[in-house]
Antibody
Framework: QVQLLQSGAEVKKPGASVRVSCKIS????????IHWVRQPPGKGLEWMGD????????IYAQTFQDRVAITADTSISTVFLELRSLRGEDTAVYFC???????????WGQGTTVTISS | DIQMTQSPSSLSASVGDRVTITCRAS??????LHWYQQRPGQAPHLLIY???NLQSGVPSRFSGTGSGTHFTLTIRSLQPADFATYYC?????????FGPGTTVDFK
């Protein structure tokens, strides 16, 4: 049974970077696509990008293109989301999730709260 | 980017009510439309995939219809656990955009 376990809450200053991890158990990470979705407080869901295991590269929403990176370390079965040049609007809960073949997200991590505060 | 809209943005209902939520895409997305339920403080939960297919373990009172640009989620007889926020998402083209959500609360 596949499970996703995310890293703990982070507090960062504006301009800094944050790296959130998503550890996969019960599956081979090199065969698994992982998507990242975020949710600002009291707001809706925003798709950020995904890790494509076939190419070993991230695919990103244009909104984040120049300051996001999604990578994987297969030796520890973990996918990482790095977001740079943080600003207040990046305060959110960040979720990792695995997709079905049609892209629907059927398994989610528990979420990681990232707070940007000076 | 494909824009997703939902209506209504919120609704008040009672246990036993039939509830219908509409999702529209700004362009054709075939059946690449999925519905999620999210309760406060929890991760979203997949209810319906590919417009009309019930995810394993989801009660049969949930159903989805539509294709192209117009989709609906129906809850046949609202139960206490169903008071939550519902989102649609398209995965026809990147970025995989979500609708703004519909909150179902107690009347």
């Amino acid at each position: 049974q596949v499970q996703l376990l995310q890293s703990g809450a982070e507090v960062k200053k504006p301009g800094a970077s944050v790296r959130v991890s998503c550890k996969i158990s019960g599956y081979i990470v090199s065969d698994l696509s992982i998507h990242w979705v975020r949710q600002p407080p009291g707001k809706g869901l925003e798709w950020m990008g995904d890790f494509d295991p076939e190419t070993g590269a991230g695919i990103y929403a244009q909104t984040f293109q120049d300051r996001v990176a999604i990578t994987a370390d297969t030796s520890i079965s973990t996918v990482f989301l790095e977001l740079r040049s943080l600003r207040g609007e990046d305060t959110a809960v960040y979720f990792c999730a695995t997709p079905r073949a049609d892209g629907s997200l059927d398994l989610w991590g528990q979420g990681t709260t990232v707070t940007i505060s000076s | 980017d494909i824009q997703m809209t939902q209506s209504p943005s919120s609704l008040s209902a009672s246990v036993g009510d039939r509830v219908t939520i509409t999702c529209r895409a700004s362009q054709h997305i075939s059946s690449y439309l999925h519905w999620y339920q999210q309760r406060p403080g929890q991760a979203p939960h997949l209810l319906i995939y590919a417009a009309s297919n019930l995810q394993s373990g989801v009660p049969s009172r949930f159903s989805g219809t539509g294709s192209g640009t117009h989709f609906t989620l129906t809850i046949r007889s609202l139960q206490p656990a169903d008071f939550a926020t519902y989102y649609c998402q398209q995965t026809y083209s990147i970025p995989y955009t979500f609708g703004p959500g519909t909150t179902v609360d107690f009347k």
